[in-house]
């Protein structure tokens, strides 16, 4: 099953980030997305746009699908630009859902 087909399941106490090749792995099946190892590892991505509109609809659709999955990215925008950043708050680092969501997100971006 690919990542965007998955779904986020809430972080669990005692749960552990991601080690750095498990991070690889999920990594290659992204479209060009960057993991950030300087303190809490962090994914991200900066898409850009024709215009401010067309940023803030993909900035409400990317909502629509953090609601769903009960998984919330922080949001950047820069005009045309917007800045994703996934990590998981509750483990300081990344997990399977920082991988589906992103995964999710590339798909709403080739639509």
Not at 20 to 25: A, H, L
Not at 34 to 45: A, V
Not at 56 to 66: D, L, P, Q, T, V
Not at 78 to 103: C, K, M, P, Q, W
Request: glycine residues 6%.
């Amino acid at each position: 099953m690919s990542l965007k087909d998955k779904k986020c399941v809430p972080c669990e106490g005692g749960a552990t980030p991601l080690s750095i090749q498990d991070e690889e792995q999920y990594l290659d099946a992204l479209s060009q997305w960057d993991i950030d190892r300087e303190g809490t590892h962090k994914l991200s991505k900066t898409f850009a746009f024709e215009g401010f509109l067309d940023a803030i609809e993909f900035i409400n659709a990317i909502a629509s699908i953090a609601e769903e999955e009960g998984h919330h990215p922080n949001i950047s925008i820069y005009y045309n630009r917007v800045l994703i950043e996934l990590y998981t708050h509750a483990l300081s680092g990344l997990s399977i859902n920082d991988f589906i969501l992103a995964a999710k997100i590339d798909y709403i971006h080739i639509q």
